[in-house]
């Protein structure tokens, strides 16, 4: 995480607290000629516009007046998304007792791929919990993906 995107959670999380939501994660990046700073905001039950719009205001005065960013930039607050990609720590802890999708690098037990509950994630391993009621704990460097899985 950068020093931009970190700044960033600091800000963002009290705000989002105050609107019941949690900031799940910042991106700072630059696409083509112009800079983004993303904040990924979730809730229970999910959140939406109304919410986004609310935690992107509030937010947005805090950045304005703090002034840490040395470069323009275009903000966007909104949804990780239904079936998003678990990557870094906060994410994983935030989702615990989810339904996930895993897919390895190598297969186990003969498959590469499986739903599981996240149990738990800890240096680096995450905690599955199968649906044979199986436990079991895979790093995540053997891991290709694990993403929210959604039942339509």
Known sequence: MSKIEEQTLLVAE??????????????????????????????????????CETVSRAISEVLD??????????LEVSSPGLERELKKEREFLYYLGREVSVKLFAPMDGKKEFLAILKD??????Y??????????LS????ASIKLYVQF
Do not use: H, M, N
Request: proline content about 1%; overall charge negative.
């Open 14 to 51: 009290p705000i989002a607290q105050k609107f019941d939501c949690y900031v799940v994660d910042t991106q700072y990046q630059k696409e083509g000629s112009d800079w983004y700073l993303r904040i990924f905001i979730d809730k229970k039950g999910g959140v939406g516009i109304t919410d």
């Open 121 to 126: 994630y800890k240096d680096g391993d995450v």
């Open 140 to 143: 995540q460097k053997k891991v």
């Open 65 to 74: 007046s703090d002034d840490f960013i040395g470069r323009a930039y275009l």
């Open 128 to 137: 599955l919990k199968l649906s044979d009621d199986t436990e079991i704990v």
